[in-house]
């Protein structure tokens, strides 16, 4: 078996542009502990409840008074500092022996210190009119002195102190100590704990590592701040959840008041909108903040429309802060900060994975200011959480009324949705809007999983004129707080490595042309329809399990082609195991009633049951009882197929008919249709390949991604040009299951080989499962 790939140089079909980026959130502590480089966990005494059940003001902080020591410590707020951050440490000592104080756990294992480096201390504090000791040392976990720093404190008014630690040893969790070691009552806000060797070195700075991982992919924009953490929180501004207020992130750190993230943490801020964009410029990549649009949909929040023009307000002044001369009022602010020049904003957004009509109802409104005051920014729209359904419909209708440059779309699914839907975008030829896949990834994070991303990526990029921006997520995640997964870069205090997908992306995003060229394949190697894993049981299942509701089910029938299956009337609790209905291949109706009696969420259908990681299922009154859905399980990793809005409400009785066809899956309430959705079979095909021109290189970069498990001879012609010599960069021999680890960050990497030209084409034996990116010198 071989195969032919012609590329046209001649034919150029669209441009790449911006098309490869990446998206940071603060989701799975990726500033606070991650990329933010502060050591210091809660440095100003502000976790709270709201932030997590839990937390308070001395969260990661533990409090020492040895025997012998008399004196007391708490947080009080009577007189802070700042008023934005109003707690503060108080050390009371009547009689403080070896002294009294707290110690700071850091994140994860503890505070990551290595021998020779420098750590640069600071902290306010003030005292009550006598003259202090106050005692900052560094230690290990079980209280080994390293190296301390004594301050003589004798203003009753707030100072700032500052020392600078080299720490004599190498220590994964160790800590840092604050301790009152003469009589009398010390305040003490702010404590933070910085290596000095951050990223290019800057103050309130990164991460190197993590920076040092970003930076070398090379993307060409930088999406920001999330997210669902956008949008989840209240309307008012003061608030310690409201909704991200990028105004609030900006001056000097103890100014940026705490905040509760809605990934079930506290988020300091310190990484705040001066910094990302400072950020973007040191590693090339174009901004794009997202902002809220007025619209909480995670708790049905919406500002008033007469309301509006302060939000609007904010999105007009961040493009000034961002884009402005010096001598507008947001220019000034950012050259007080320290970037007298601009930034060069091209690129906002607008919500995101909105559900409802009060979004785009908004939405509507920061159009039509930014579009009049700001042409040349390109604005995203956003189209749901979901590839398919009512908010992805309600979406790009917006998005196609209003002009939108980009909508942002986003799912996360199994590997074999990305093989079935590799020509997802194929028709989307002749919109006015293009494409921001925002949010991308398949479940897991095996070199199988990278491989299909692979794939995705060829049609992605084959579809230039239709896709206009791509970012796989999340970016980042501190391996002791995983709130998702899968990630493309994972952390502790001290390691990183990247997944198999942070090479993929690396590879694309390293050899990315300007220009799109017209590839024609031959071959008589044939389509291979993957075997589904799907079953043929019927449940009836609690929507959320262990959350209270309880759903009474009468009049249940599934009705076939052989029969009537009829099954007895049941009351499903939270609770329980799935109860059992019946078989039944395809092309079969499920119809029962049904009645929530308690509870807030709702029940689900679980079909096409082969085990428990081999499902369909439709549930009605999922995700905070706001939608019906239609999702698949395949090898216990997710597909969301179909989001439509549906509320429950209790005590009322639901027709449900659910229609299962070969290729079709359609849901009837009451009589109305909910769902409609079309299910592909998983079909690989027998390579899957683009090419490109770099208009500065002039190189040929030919993309070429094999699913297949088998080898072939591959020959690549280039037409009407000569080559000079190839290069290939290849991921290819590993086991599916295989992925990368701390112990071996790099087990799963690419490799780079010349490839013979004869007689002007390349004849290259195409390894099963592989990656192949090609980079010819042209004449």
């Known amino acids: 078996m071989e195969m032919r790939i012609v590329v046209d140089i001649n034919n150029k079909t669209a441009d790449l542009g911006d098309l490869y980026g990446v998206f940071f959130e603060d989701i799975n502590h990726a500033a606070d502990g991650g990329l933010y480089a502060e050591l210091v966990r809660n440095r100003s005494f502000e976790f709270n409840t709201i932030d997590k059940d839990g937390y308070h003001a001395l969260t990661a902080w533990n409090v020492q008074i040895p025997d012998g020591a008399i004196g007391s410590i708490s947080v009080q707020d009577s007189h802070p500092y700042c008023l934005e951050n109003p707690h503060y440490l108080v050390i009371d000592a009547t009689e403080p022996a070896v002294g009294i104080g707290v110690v700071n756990e850091g994140f994860g294992e503890g505070i990551y210190i290595e021998a020779g480096k420098r750590y640069i201390f600071s902290c306010y504090a003030a005292c009550d009119g006598r003259p202090l000791r106050f005692e900052v040392s560094l230690r290990s976990a079980d209280g080994t002195m390293y190296e301390k720093k004594v301050f003589l404190i004798s203003n009753s008014e707030w100072e700032c102190f500052r020392a600078e630690f080299v720490s004599p040893v190498t220590n994964t969790s160790a800590r840092l100590g604050l301790r009152l070691v003469s009589a009398g009552r ?89 910094e990302f964009f400072q950020f973007c410029e040191d590693i090339g990549a174009k901004p794009l903040p997202v902002l809220p649009g007025g619209w909480d949909p995670h708790h049905k929040r919406a500002v008033p429309v007469s309301m509006i023009k302060e939000w609007i307000d904010d999105a007009l002044d961040l493009i000034e802060f961002a884009n402005g001369d010096i001598d507008t009022e947001w220019g000034k602010k950012r050259a007080d900060l320290g970037h007298p020049e601009p930034f060069f904003l091209e690129y906002i957004g607008i919500g995101n994975e909105e559900v409802g009509e009060e979004f785009f109802e908004r939405y509507t409104y920061f159009h039509e200011a930014i579009r009049k005051k700001y042409p040349e920014i390109k604005i995203i729209n956003t189209a749901g959480p979901c590839a398919g359904g009512i908010a992805y419909e309600m979406g790009w209708e917006s998005a196609e009324k209003h002009g939108s440059d980009l909508i942002d779309e986003h799912y996360y699914q199994a590997p074999e949705w990305f093989i079935a839907n590799h020509h997802h975008y194929d028709n989307y030829n002749g919109r006015t809007t293009k494409v921001f896949l925002g949010e991308y990834a398949s479940k897991d994070d095996t070199w199988y999983n990278a491989l299909v991303e692979a794939s995705y990526m060829i049609g992605l990029e084959k579809n230039a004129e239709s896709v206009g921006l791509v970012c796989y997520a999340p970016l980042l995640c501190h391996t002791d707080y995983i709130n998702w997964k899968p990630d493309m870069i994972l952390y502790d205090n001290n390691r990183v490595f990247g997944t198999p997908s942070y090479y993929v992306q690396k590879l694309f995003m390293h050899n990315q042309g300007e220009q799109e060229l017209t590839v024609s394949i031959n ?47 049941a009351v499903i609790r939270a609770e329980d195991e799935p109860l059992f209905l019946g078989e039944a291949d395809e092309d079969y109706t499920v119809r029962f009633v049904m009645k929530r009696t308690s509870g807030i969420f709702g029940i689900s259908l679980r079909f096409a049951c082969a085990d428990k990681n081999n499902f369909r299922k439709i549930e009605l009154g999922g995700w905070e009882n706001q939608t019906c ?85 591959t020959e690549i012609e280039l037409k009407d040009t000569g080559i000079e010599k190839a290069e290939v960069y290849h991921m290819d021999g590993y086991a599916l299951d295989e992925r990368n680890s701390f112990e071996e960050p790099r087990r799963v990497i690419p490799k780079t080989d010349s490839v013979p030209v004869i007689d002007g084409k390349i004849r290259y034996m195409m390894p099963a499962r592989s990656i192949n990116i090609f980079r010819v010198k042209s004449m």
Not at 208 to 223: C, G, Q, V, Y
Not at 235 to 264: F, H, Q, V
Not at 529 to 547: D, F, M, N, Q, T
Request: glycine share 8%.
């Open 186 to 274: 010390i305040y003490i806000d702010m404590v933070s704990l910085f290596p000095e060797d951050t990223f290019l070195n800057r103050q309130n700075g990164l991460r190197k590592d993590i920076a040092e991982m970003i930076a070398d992919l090379h993307p060409k924009f930088m999406r920001f701040p999330g997210g669902c953490l956008v949008h989840d929180g209240s309307l008012n501004e003061n608030d310690r959840d409201s909704m991200y207020r990028w105004k609030k992130t900006l001056g000097p750190i103890e100014k940026r008041p705490a905040r509760r993230n809605n990934w079930g943490y506290n988020q300091t801020l310190g990484l705040g909108y001066f």
């Open 523 to 569: 071959t008589d190697i044939e389509n291979e329809v993957i075997e589904s894993k799907l079953g043929k049981k019927i449940y009836l299942a609690p929507g959320i399990r262990g959350r209270d509701c309880v759903m009474e089910c009468s009049d249940i029938r599934i009705l076939t082609k052989e029969g009537e299956i009829t099954c007895p009337n």
């Open 629 to 713: 859905s239609f999702e698949e399980e395949i090898g216990g990793r997710g597909s969301f197929l179909y989001d439509a809005g549906f509320e429950i409400q209790t005590g009322k009785h639901y027709q449900v008919e659910v229609n299962v066809k070969q290729g079709r899956i359609t849901v009837y309430v009451d009589g109305n249709t909910v769902i409609d959705s079309e299910c592909l079979s998983v079909t690989i095909e027998p390579i899957y390949c683009c090419a490109s021109f770099d208009n500065s290189t002039r190189d040929i970069i030919v993309k070429a991604v094999n699913l297949k498990n088998e080898a072939y001879m």
